[in-house]
């Protein structure tokens, strides 16, 4: 075993398009809390590990449950470590962490809060179905609005999971958008101006309140920037561990 990695097995694939894929990897003791990534590492043909950081898609209770791990990934032709996991098929080893990592976890939102905006793009997605599906997190909240924006309808990842939990919860609000195409029922536009001009607040029948609202940001950095820029000019914080705010975010890439 190398030092900071342990060895996993795939067990399950599923893609959602060409390029994106959801894989399942078995491993013995992975500690983590839901919203938190752990590396994925492979060797490639030069005997270097590539590693890359990955969020944790399942709960921390459905890896007490199957000892697998759960990441939803897509492949960049670029890359040096995707291109070679899209590759896997089930059986296949592969290098994981020996544990979660990372700030954007449940504990951290501020006690004040009870509207939660989880706002995503792509796989950064990924924590959020982690949060949602531990046991009692959603009963936490009166209000949780859970956004993810891709560009295309097979890019929305994991809707019968999220419509699933919205149709027991029903404080729950799931809201896809999609930028490069049309689709019926679905909201067009990209985040920070869908927040700034305020329809995705109308779109939804909730405003935001500095009061009680509380916003995580995850995926591309180029959203989670104008997007935090944006909050801010409407005098919104970000939430520092120091110093309660409104917002945090993550950046992916």
């Given at each position: ?17 060409d ?98 905006w989880?706002l995503?793009t ?97 995926g ?18 970000k ?15």
């Amino acid at each position: 075993m190398l030092k900071s990695f342990q060895i996993g097995c795939v067990t399950f694939k599923r893609y959602w398009s060409d390029s994106l894929f959801s894989i399942r990897i078995k491993v013995d003791n992975h500690p983590f809390n839901a919203g938190q990534f752990t590396k994925l590492g492979l060797f490639n043909s030069g005997e270097e590990l590539i590693r890359r950081a990955y969020s944790i898609v399942n709960s921390p209770q459905d890896y007490q449950q199957t000892s697998e791990l759960e990441f939803v990934i897509v492949t960049d032709l670029n890359g040096k470590l995707s291109p070679q996991l899209h590759l896997l098929e089930v059986g296949d080893p592969v290098y994981v962490g020996l544990e979660g990592a990372g700030y954007m976890v449940p504990t951290e939102i501020p006690d004040t809060a009870s509207q939660l905006w989880l706002l995503s793009t792509g796989t950064g997605l990924g924590p959020f179905i982690s949060m949602l599906t531990e046991v009692g997190f959603i009963e936490r909240y009166q209000q949780v609005i859970l956004v993810h924006a891709a560009r295309f309808e097979s890019d929305l990842t994991y809707k019968e999971v999220i419509e699933g939990l919205a149709s027991r919860y029903p404080q729950l609000k799931y809201v896809p958008i999609v930028s490069r195409e049309q689709v019926d029922g679905v909201m067009s536009g990209h985040i920070p101006d869908l927040i700034k001009n305020r329809e995705l607040e109308s779109a939804v029948g909730i405003n935001l309140d500095f009061e009680k609202s509380f916003l995580y940001l995850c995926g591309n950095p180029a959203m989670v920037r104008s997007t935090s820029a944006v909050l801010q000019d409407r005098g919104y914080h970000k939430h520092l561990r120091r110093k309660a705010g409104h917002f945090s975010c993550e950046n992916y890439w």
